[in-house]
């Protein structure tokens, strides 16, 4: 009968008829009425794989306290051997208040091994008092083994099973990113074929905004999800952002007890996340995104599922890449295409354009230095000359004309020097000399050229700086010079003994330096024209180059020329903040 047992458990690969074709076997052949086969999982939970003549009620209790101190299935998992109790001898107090609804006065447990670090039992009773003899332990232990070796079979099935349908989800993977080039077709598809094979929820792929450091959801599948495509999360926040920050897969059994998760978009989706399974998304060594599977329908997440995840988000990354080569392919051709249409056309243009500008800068230069600034020196002159007392004393009247009259040219005189100075930078604007030079050196320089300025009105220049600075590929005079345009701006509608900050950080693309000041702020309405040349914020300011509104314009087109931005932040009575961001690798030889 043994023989008959064994052979019927082998030809199966279903875990609860082994267990049921064993159990059977075992009552019959010792000859009770009342027996079940358990086992527990990793988490220590019960699971009743068979039972007999078990009424469901006591099944509920038993499961729930089977593993308290002294029961008989704890005295057996903890020595791993099998155990005998009679009710009048053996019993334990936890014993008789779990058999007493059953009428148990005898019962034999023991241990088998299961696949996976599982454990369980085999439990038979008797109504009636009944010793076991060595021959019926021989052969329960001969029962347990069978189990065991039945079990061992189908988890193997199982795992074998889960190994063929990864394979094929692989494959289907890698079929679906070489016979499209459709990007939203082919990550819909891997984003169903991660919820299916995976038996998750829902998944989701974001991909990395490098510019603004946010993952963006470009895929998802799931009830609820269709509400995330487009939203945006920066860089570390949640457990995506978590992942994307360290390029390292993270799985999370239990989210509620992970600080890293994030619950605004379960509120946004109307879900509720239990364990997440999140992997980086790589092409070329280089991180583009992350792929997150939530909620595992049965059991948990494993080390296997996390293998799969990443297999076909690297696919997945490889469909991203074809898309993009091939978009930014066809981008191209038409580009070009039209590049070579219009070629000669533009060239020429262009080249009428640069004459005629250089000719019109010159014919600028010339009247600005020669027709209005040589008159305006005579004038000058004689109004020196007239203040000389060997003329003659001056009286209150002459003497205020006189003061006037200088006080005009020199606004006059300014300005004219202004113009000059814009004119003859736009001329060598073209001209820059770009080397790789120290950020601390053009910090320095910037320091020790606003001095003047700042000490002149008593006002603090407050630096920051970190203790180390990149070197960069640039041009350091005019760099300088545009962060004191900047300085210059915040000195002058700043009131006196105040403070201007000068704060430089650097970022993982990018440099930034920030200029802000405490004094008037600018208007809304003016914050788009401040970049325009000769616009005048304030009529009452004093005159001169700032005065002729070219300070800023000169910094934004020395930043423009290094492939940098310039931005402004203020806000009316309480200052306003300029920020110069340069990028740490320009696209230039």
């Given at each position: ?410 606004q006059l005189q300014r300005l004219i020097d202004g113009l000059v100075a814009f004119a003859t930078f736009s001329a060598r ?84 330096v920030a200029v802000t000041d405490y004094g008037k702020g600018i208007p809304a309405d003016k914050l788009d024209s401040i ?21 800023l314009a000169i910094a934004r087109y020395i930043v423009e020329a290094h492939d940098g931005t310039i931005a402004v932040e ?20």
């Amino acid at each position: 009968m043994l023989l008959t047992g064994s052979t019927a458990v082998n030809r199966s690969l279903n875990p609860r008829e082994i267990a049921q074709v064993s159990l059977r076997l075992a009552m019959r052949l010792l000859n009770v009425p009342v027996g079940l086969v358990m086992i527990f999982d990793r988490d220590h939970r019960p699971i009743i794989l068979a039972e007999e003549n078990i009424p469901p009620a006591w099944q509920k209790e038993f499961s729930n306290t089977a593993l308290l101190p002294e029961t008989i299935v704890r005295r057996t998992l903890d020595t791993q051997r099998v155990v005998v109790a009679a009710a009048t001898t053996e019993f334990t107090p936890a014993d008789t208040a779990l058999f007493a609804s059953l009428h148990v006065q005898a019962m034999v447990c023991f241990p088998f091994r299961v696949p996976g670090s599982l454990s369980g039992v085999v439990l038979l009773a008797q109504n009636e008092p009944r010793s076991f003899e060595d021959e019926d332990l021989a052969f329960l232990t001969a029962i347990s083994q069978q189990i065991s070796a039945g079990l061992r079979n189908a988890w193997l099935f199982a795992k074998t099973q889960r190994q063929v349908e990864a394979v094929q989800s692989v494959a289907e993977a890698a079929r679906m990113v070489v016979s499209s080039l459709d990007l939203n077709h082919i990550l819909t598809h891997i984003m169903g074929e991660v919820t299916g094979r995976l038996h998750t929820e829902a998944a989701a792929l974001l991909l990395l905004d490098t510019v603004r450091e946010e993952l963006e959801f470009a895929a998802v599948a799931g009830p609820s999800s269709e509400g995330l495509v487009g939203i945006r999360l920066p860089m570390g926040q949640g457990i995506v952002g978590w992942v994307a920050q360290h390029n390292e897969p993270l799985l999370v059994p239990d989210v509620s007890k992970d600080p890293r998760f994030f619950k605004g978009l379960d509120e946004d989706t109307a879900t509720t996340t239990q364990s997440v399974l999140c992997v980086p998304l790589r092409t070329r060594n280089q991180l583009i995104g992350v792929v997150e599977v939530i909620n595992k329908k049965t059991g948990r997440f494993t080390l296997a599922d996390q293998q799969l995840l990443e297999s076909l988000a690297s696919f997945a990354a490889v469909a991203i890449e074809n898309a993009r080569l091939f978009d930014e392919a066809n981008r191209q051709i038409e580009q070009t295409t039209l590049y070579a249409r219009d070629l000669t056309a533009a060239y020429k243009r262009e080249r009428q354009q640069r004459e005629a500008l250089d000719r019109l800068r010159y014919s600028f230069l010339n009247v600005v230095s020669h027709e209005l600034k040589t008159p305006l020196t005579v004038i000058l002159q004689g109004l020196e000359a007239l203040k000389t007392p060997r003329r003659g004393e001056l009286n209150a009247e002459q003497r205020e004309i006189v003061e006037m009259l200088e006080n005009q040219s020199g606004q006059l005189q300014r300005l004219i020097d202004g113009l000059v100075a814009f004119a003859t930078f736009s001329a060598r604007q073209g001209t820059m000399q770009f080397k790789i030079v120290s950020f601390a050196e053009v910090l320095d320089d910037v320091v020790a050229l606003a001095h003047f300025k700042t000490t002149r009105k008593q006002i603090t220049l407050t630096e920051h700086r970190p203790p180390e600075l990149p070197d960069v590929l640039l041009d350091k005079e005019r760099i300088s010079e545009a962060i004191v345009h900047l300085i210059d701006n915040a000195v002058k509608f700043s009131a006196e003994r105040s403070t201007i900050i000068l704060k430089t950080t650097v970022h993982p693309n990018n440099l930034r330096v920030a200029v802000t000041d405490y004094g008037k702020g600018i208007p809304a309405d003016k914050l788009d024209s401040i970049w325009d040349s000769f616009s005048q914020m304030n009529e009452t300011m004093e005159r001169g180059l700032e005065g002729l509104g070219l300070g800023l314009a000169i910094a934004r087109y020395i930043v423009e020329a290094h492939d940098g931005t310039i931005a402004v932040e203020s806000a009316l009575g309480k200052g306003s903040t300029f920020t110069i961001q340069l990028p740490l690798t320009p696209s230039r030889t």
